[in-house]
């Protein structure tokens, strides 16, 4: 069983307009927020003029004139590119489309975010005037000098920012989004407050003077709020009622009244909060008086300033060669966690890999033999908290015919199904044992007594024994259906190779293998369990009291011959329609044997898991070589025949299920599933990780060119090239091979003898003078000596014209080696005697002597 790179995926939080992260526009490796760039204006009618967390919204005719989070659930990071992100058109963009407007957002800052106070100068954001906070992890707005507006719209006024200080007493109309022409009522939380400065709210007055408005100044004035800070109560909402009273809590005393109506149906709002003050508020809601849905908002509280995270308990360690995979349990408001290792015990001099948006990671190229100190922090907006204690362990080299535990699987190249593995490696129970979603490492769940009766050898056999024994030990996987637990059809799937040879010749039972379905309990039936039994004692394989009149659902076969191979596949649908509500259907070596339709058997998990080894008082006795299992509704659907090539590589003996060549070290047709064709049009994406990724890094290509780009055309399924040449497997393409070389630095394990094999479909070169193909391992340049192995590294060379074997022009070139390494690459040329005359080649091959 080859071992697999452990390779992870870095996960966005979320995708929106130009950003590619949550936590306003994403990090970089140092956890700094990028910069946004506003595009062009767009009418957000067609986006519904809303943030795409939720954060916001407003404007109709029904529901509230306006209502704003901050950006709960969206703002991570709280650092300038969270500010930049609120005060742009991708969180909350205006409705109106004008061209002329350089920043169309909603919410439009007229104080403290544009260098010189100036849009045309680009952004410089003063967080310690105004943006986005963490209130213990929950955004707010922080206004200390600062003002902003909400729904102002672009004048039709020449000046330089005519959104800012352009409104004056003077001014006979009014621009903006909001309808303020009936009774309304404004009221937000107070988080924080202080200073004898003022809290002021404008109505259609971009400036800080209160008279510079179409409504002017004084009491019935655009001032309609002007409350010294300290007077704020911080955990209470304050309540403007337009016309009518102020209060600083619901209920409470009243402060002020607005005497008469400030507003039209095209108005807009500026918040201020006067230098020397601060103010920090949340959960704004502008709604019509009439509507007063005061009593349905989130209860406020005081302003809770984060803290570093604690420390977390510390990490699950496997280590394998040169290799140890870590995990960790997740913190609560982590933006990302570091990890540090050493063999030392000071964590203060260990090395550190940072950044890490998942609760999983791999340490690679560690020193075998040595026992390793690894611990975990989790990071948030205020920083990095305290190291975890050390969790130890000691990567060691294979031994013989040990096996490698399976670390990672990629989507099957056909119908992308992500199988879950079991690879029997290890023993069940150990951390590692079993990988899902891909690369995460876990394990079965036993209780302490049961542990014994599992074991694995070096060939990664597992075997279950509890012959002799009084004994029914299970392991527990769970989560194993993912969704809701009332969301129908679910799908499930296993296959495995188990031998059951040696419980037939002692009258003993096999294994089990149980789902639970996790349907939250129906109320007829509770959540359904299916329960399938190998049964060498009786020649049969059963599912246990399925059907519906809860007899057994069985089919009779021998299991006294050795392995075989079973697959069974289940479809459920909404008990509520029919009480045969799950068809199961039951394969062995390729061979469908049986299908039945009942409910299951009765009792069982609430929520969906796998349980495996024997679940009752008999003896039991089973070889399993392998067990892979997924929730993907297209496995759950395909014949054996059509999963043939589908399961992942490296975990045993695949037996019918292997496809046509199961020794094969790298396969391509040029045809792959998400192949972009027609490089004609320059669209091919042929040489780029998204068609093909290498295992060891899947962010990086397989196929490189190294000359000739525009020679090179892959289209019909075929590659075709002239005057050119590519690498499959180079890990740095960039960087050319040399003589100097002394370690391999491919994706392909050339370190056993090995075939290479490719056909040539199209030729028309004829001549036998000039115009010659070539392939090297571990080289890629054209220079033979350029490589770890010296002129050694050209594995053939010959006239185009003669290429395929028996010195063909068309037919199989096969190209027999054992010159390479572990960890070695190929490059596949046709020199400049070839020009304008292209060699197309078609099923690329290598496979293991």
Not at 12 to 41: F, H, K, R, S, W
Request: hydrophobic fraction near 35%; charged fraction near 20%; aromatic fraction near 8%.
């Amino acid at each position: 069983m080859k071992p697999l790179p452990w390779a992870k995926s870095a996960l966005a939080l979320c995708i929106m307009g130009t950003l590619t992260a949550c936590g306003g526009g994403g990090a970089d490796e140092n956890n700094q927020g990028d910069v946004v760039t506003t595009p062009p204006p767009v009418s957000s009618s067609s986006s519904g003029g809303s943030s795409s967390s939720g954060g916001s919204s407003g404007g109709g005719a029904e529901g509230p004139i306006l209502s704003e989070n901050f950006g709960d659930d969206l703002f991570v990071n709280f650092d300038e590119a969270d500010t930049q992100f609120f005060f742009s058109q991708e969180y909350k963009a205006l409705d109106a489309n004008n061209a002329e407007d350089a920043w169309p957002s909603f919410y439009y800052p007229t104080c403290c975010f544009f260098l010189n106070d100036n849009p045309a100068d680009g952004v410089e954001v003063s967080l310690d005037q105004m943006g986005i906070v963490s209130d213990n992890g929950n955004p707010a707005m922080l206004l200390d000098t600062g003002r902003f507006a909400a729904g102002q719209t672009r004048p039709d006024i020449d000046d330089a920012d005519p959104k800012k200080d352009t409104t004056t007493s003077d001014d006979v109309t009014t621009w903006g989004e909001l309808d303020l022409s009936q009774p309304y009522r404004i009221s937000f939380c107070v988080k924080d407050a202080s200073g004898s400065r003022n809290m002021q709210v404008y109505v259609d007055n971009n400036t800080s003077g209160e008279a510079n408005s179409v409504w002017g100044g004084g009491g019935s004035g655009s001032r309609i709020f002007n409350v010294p800070a300290a007077d704020l109560i911080p955990g209470k909402r304050v309540q403007i009622n337009v016309p009518g009273d102020i209060t600083f809590e619901q209920g409470g005393e009243v402060k002020d009244v607005r005497p008469s109506q400030v507003g039209t149906a095209t108005s807009f709002l500026q918040f201020r909060v006067e230098g020397g003050s601060s103010v920090i508020f949340d959960d704004l809601l502008v709604e019509r008086q009439e509507d007063d849905t005061q009593g349905d908002l989130p209860a406020c509280t005081v302003f809770q300033p984060a803290t570093a995270p604690d420390a977390p308990e510390a990490p699950s360690l496997f280590a394998t060669d040169a290799q140890i995979a870590v995990s960790w349990a997740s913190a609560i408001g982590a933006i990302s966690y570091d990890v540090a290792y050493s063999t030392g015990d000071d964590v203060n001099a260990a090395d550190i890999v940072e950044g890490l948006s998942e609760t999983s990671t791999t340490l690679t190229e560690l020193e075998n033999g040595s026992t390793y100190n690894v611990w975990v922090r989790a990071v948030n907006s205020v920083g990095a908290g305290e190291w975890s204690d050390a969790a130890m362990a000691t990567p060691e080299a294979p031994v013989g015919d040990n096996c490698s535990p399976t670390t990672s699987v990629d989507p099957s190249a056909t119908n992308s199904i992500l199988w879950n593995v079991y690879d029997g490696c290890m023993h069940p129970g150990e951390l590692g044992a079993v990988v899902i979603n891909g690369s995460e490492a876990t394990s079965f769940e036993f209780g302490e007594d049961e542990l014994p009766f599992f074991t694995s050898d070096e060939l990664g056999i597992m075997t279950l024994d509890t012959i002799g024994a009084d004994a029914k030990p299970v392991g527990d996987l769970n989560d194993v259906i993912v969704g809701d637990a009332n969301t129908y059809p679910k799908h499930f799937t296993f296959v495995t190779r188990i031998d059951t040879s040696y419980a037939a010749s002692q009258g003993a039972r096999g294994f089990e293998i149980e789902t639970h379905l996790g349907d939250g309990g129906i109320v007829d039936r509770g959540p359904a369990r299916i329960k399938t039994i190998l049964r060498p004692d009786g020649s049969k394989i059963q599912l246990d009291k399925f059907l519906s009149d809860d007899s057994t659902a069985e089919v009779d076969m021998d299991m006294s011959d050795g392995y075989h191979t079973y697959q069974v596949a289940f479809t459920v649908v909404d008990p509520a329609t029919t009480t045969d509500y799950i068809t199961a259907t039951i394969y062995r070596d390729g061979v469908e044997v049986g299908s039945f339709s009942g409910n299951g058997r009765d009792g069982g998990s609430s929520s969906s898991r796998m349980r495996i080894g024997e679940g009752s008082s008999s003896e039991f006795y089973a070889n399993v070589d392998w067990l892979v299992w997924t929730d993907n509704a297209t496995a759950a659907g395909l014949t054996a025949e059509e999963l043939v090539g589908e399961l992942p590589a490296g975990i045993g003996e695949l037996d019918v299920y292997a496809g046509a060549d199961a020794s094969a070290v790298f396969d391509e047709n040029f045809n792959g599933v998400g192949l972009v064709e027609d490089s004609e049009t320059e669209s091919t994406n042929f040489f780029t990780a998204e068609y093909r990724g290498q295992s060891g890094d899947a962010s990086k290509p397989m196929f490189n060119v190294t000359s000739g780009s525009s020679r090179i055309t892959v289209a019909g399924g075929t590659l075709a090239l002239n005057n050119a040449r590519f690498s499959i497997g180079d890990a740095t393409p960039d960087v050319d091979t040399a003589d100097t070389d002394t370690s391999g630095r491919g994706d392909l394990d050339l370190s056993k003898p090995y075939v290479i094999t490719f056909e040539v479909v199209e030729n028309p070169n004829t001549s036998v003078e000039s115009g010659k193909c070539q392939v090297y391992v571990d080289n890629n340049t054209s220079s033979s000596s350029k490589s770890l192995h010296g002129g050694s590294s050209k594995l053939v060379e010959k006239f185009a014209s003669q290429l395929a074997d028996g010195d063909q022009p068309l037919g199989t070139v096969t190209i027999e080696s054992d010159l390479g390494t572990a960890n070695s690459f190929l490059q596949v040329r046709c020199d400049s005697g070839t020009e304008g005359m292209p060699v197309v080649i078609d099923n690329f091959k290598v496979s293991y002597q």
